[in-house]
Nanobody, 131 residues
Framework: QVRLVESGGGSVQAGGSLRLFCATSGVTRGVACVGWFRQAPGKEREEVATLYTGGGRTDYAEAVKGRFTISRYVSNNTLSLDMHGLKPEDTALYYC????????????????????????WGQGTQVTVSS
């Protein structure tokens, strides 16, 4: 049974940093896509950062490029999201997700993760950024 558990959320002032963690269990090394999504009150869930494990490609939402970094640690089945330069608009419930499918590109390095590739989700960890 696949289980994803997020941690590391909290309250910070604008400009601060947080590191989110996602402990995974039941996810084999064959997992194709891992990623982070977020949902702010009154808004739809949006993609934050994804990593295609096959080719190593990472994708970031425009709003977080240059500030957030997704990393995967195979040795302990952990996923992290380093967040710097946090802004009030980053306030949301952050979810980690995983899946065994991926979106094929013209080459191995072009293959990526789309939202439909994620089948497993955590319960979320709250991030609140005050101005």
């Amino acid at each position: 049974q696949v289980r994803l558990v997020e941690s590391g959320g909290g309250s910070v002032q604008a400009g601060g940093s947080l590191r989110l963690f996602c402990a995974t269990s039941g996810v084999t090394r064959g997992v194709a896509c891992v990623g982070w999504f977020r949902q702010a009150p009154g808004k739809e869930r949006e993609e934050v950062a994804t990593l295609y494990t096959g080719g190593g490609r990472t994708d970031y939402a425009e709003a977080v490029k240059g500030r957030f970094t997704i990393s995967r640690y195979v040795s302990n089945n952990t996923l992290s999201l380093d967040m710097h330069g946090l802004k009030p608009e980053d306030t949301a419930l952050y979810y980690c997700a995983a899946g065994y499918s991926y979106t094929a590109g013209d080459s191995y390095s072009d293959s990526r993760c789309s939202p439909d590739d994620f089948a497993y989700w955590g319960q979320g960890t709250q991030v609140t950024v005050s101005s």
